[in-house]
C-alpha cells in the first residue's frame, strides 16, 4: 500500500528571500508553471503574490493566515515586505522538479535554449547566493515587460512568452504523464476503488489505516525560485 500525500501533491517550507531586485522590491524570480497548480499558505510575516494571468496584472496582499493558490500559465513574483514565510502545496508531486517552470527571462534569453539554462543554472559553487540574485533580476527584467505590456493592453508579449516557454519544455514533456499517473491519478483512482468497495460492504482496507509523519530534508536549506526551501518527504 502506497501511502501518498493528499492529493498526490508536494509540501515545502518556503522563506521568500528578503533581498531587493533592481526595482526595489524583494523577493524572488518570477515564473511561470505549465501543468502544475500551486498553493501559498502564509504562516508568518506578510508580502504579496504579483501575478499575471487571464485577467491581466493584479496583486494579491500576503499574511499570516492567508491562503492563494494559482493555475498553469499564471506568472508569479513572490514579494516579501517583511519575514514571509510560506507552506507550499504543489500539484503533480515531482512534476515541478522535472521541468514544469520557466522563468521570465527577456525574450532573447527565452529563445536561445542554452542561454536560457546558462541564465537559471546556480551551480554548486560557493556563490550560489549571487548567481541566484542574478536569475532573480533577469527574470525581473522580463516580467516588468510582460507586465507594462499587459498594462497597455497589449497581449503579444505575453503571447510570444507562452510559445516560448513551450517551446523550452517540449523535448522532456512527454516525460511528465508518468509522473501524473504514478502519484495524483493513482491516488484518485484508489480512491475511487475504495469508494466502490464501502459500498459494496468491503472495508478490508480500514485494517490498514497508520499514521504517517512527513521527514524534512536534511542539511541546509535549498535555493528555489521564490526563496529559501525545506522540503518534505510525502510521497514516499
Same mark, same amino acid.
Given at each position: 500500500m502506497t501511502f501518498t500525500f493528499p492529493g498526490g501533491t508536494s509540501l515545502s517550507h518556503l522563506d521568500v528571500y528578503e533581498d531587493a531586485a533592481p526595482?526595489?522590491?524583494?523577493?524572488?524570480? $518570477?515564473? @511561470?508553471?505549465? !501543468?502544475?497548480?500551486? &498553493?501559498?499558505?502564509?504562516?508568518?510575516?506578510?508580502?504579496?503574490?504579483?501575478?499575471?494571468?487571464? #485577467?491581466?496584472?493584479?496583486?494579491?496582499e500576503l499574511r499570516a493566515g492567508s491562503v492563494v493558490w494559482f493555475t498553469p500559465g499564471t506568472i508569479h513574483r513572490a514579494v516579501n515586505r517583511g519575514g514571509l514565510k510560506?507552506? !507550499?502545496? @504543489?500539484?503533480? #508531486?515531482?512534476?515541478?522538479?522535472?521541468?514544469?517552470?520557466v522563468m521570465t527571462f527577456p525574450s532573447e534569453t527565452l #529563445?536561445?535554449?542554452?542561454a536560457y539554462d546558462e541564465a537559471a543554472?546556480?551551480?554548486?559553487?560557493?556563490?550560489?547566493? &549571487?548567481?541566484?540574485?542574478?536569475?532573480?533580476d533577469l527574470a525581473v527584467t522580463g516580467f516588468e515587460a510582460l507586465r507594462d505590456a499587459v498594462l497597455e493592453g497589449d497581449p503579444g508579449p505575453l503571447e510570444d512568452f507562452h510559445a516560448a516557454a513551450g517551446a523550452l519544455v517540449l523535448a522532456r514533456a512527454e516525460y511528465w504523464g508518468p509522473l501524473v499517473r504514478e502519484k495524483?491519478?493513482?491516488? &484518485?483512482?484508489?480512491?475511487?476503488?475504495?469508494?466502490?468497495? !464501502?459500498?459494496?460492504?468491503?472495508?478490508?482496507?480500514?485494517?490498514?489505516?497508520?499514521?504517517?509523519? #512527513? !521527514? $524534512?530534508?536534511?542539511?541546509?536549506? &535549498?535555493?528555489? @525560485?521564490c526563496g529559501r526551501l525545506r522540503t518534505y518527504y510525502v510521497n514516499d
Amino acid at each position: 500500500m502506497t501511502f501518498t500525500f493528499p492529493g498526490g501533491t508536494s509540501l515545502s517550507h518556503l522563506d521568500v528571500y528578503e533581498d531587493a531586485a533592481p526595482d526595489g522590491v524583494c523577493g524572488g524570480s $518570477p515564473h @511561470m508553471h505549465l !501543468v502544475s497548480t500551486e &498553493a501559498y499558505i502564509v504562516v508568518e510575516g506578510r508580502g504579496a503574490l504579483q501575478a499575471i494571468d487571464s #485577467a491581466g496584472f493584479h496583486e494579491t496582499e500576503l499574511r499570516a493566515g492567508s491562503v492563494v493558490w494559482f493555475t498553469p500559465g499564471t506568472i508569479h513574483r513572490a514579494v516579501n515586505r517583511g519575514g514571509l514565510k510560506v507552506v !507550499v502545496l @504543489m500539484s503533480n #508531486a515531482g512534476l515541478p522538479e522535472a521541468g514544469d517552470a520557466v522563468m521570465t527571462f527577456p525574450s532573447e534569453t527565452l #529563445a536561445d535554449p542554452a542561454a536560457y539554462d546558462e541564465a537559471a543554472s546556480i551551480g554548486d559553487s560557493y556563490n550560489r547566493s &549571487a548567481r541566484v540574485a542574478r536569475r532573480r533580476d533577469l527574470a525581473v527584467t522580463g516580467f516588468e515587460a510582460l507586465r507594462d505590456a499587459v498594462l497597455e493592453g497589449d497581449p503579444g508579449p505575453l503571447e510570444d512568452f507562452h510559445a516560448a516557454a513551450g517551446a523550452l519544455v517540449l523535448a522532456r514533456a512527454e516525460y511528465w504523464g508518468p509522473l501524473v499517473r504514478e502519484k495524483p491519478l493513482a491516488q &484518485a483512482e484508489r480512491s475511487l476503488a475504495l469508494t466502490r468497495a !464501502v459500498a459494496r460492504g468491503d472495508l478490508a482496507h480500514l485494517g490498514e489505516a497508520r499514521v504517517r509523519q #512527513a !521527514v $524534512p530534508s536534511e542539511g541546509e536549506r &535549498a535555493f528555489g @525560485m521564490c526563496g529559501r526551501l525545506r522540503t518534505y518527504y510525502v510521497n514516499d
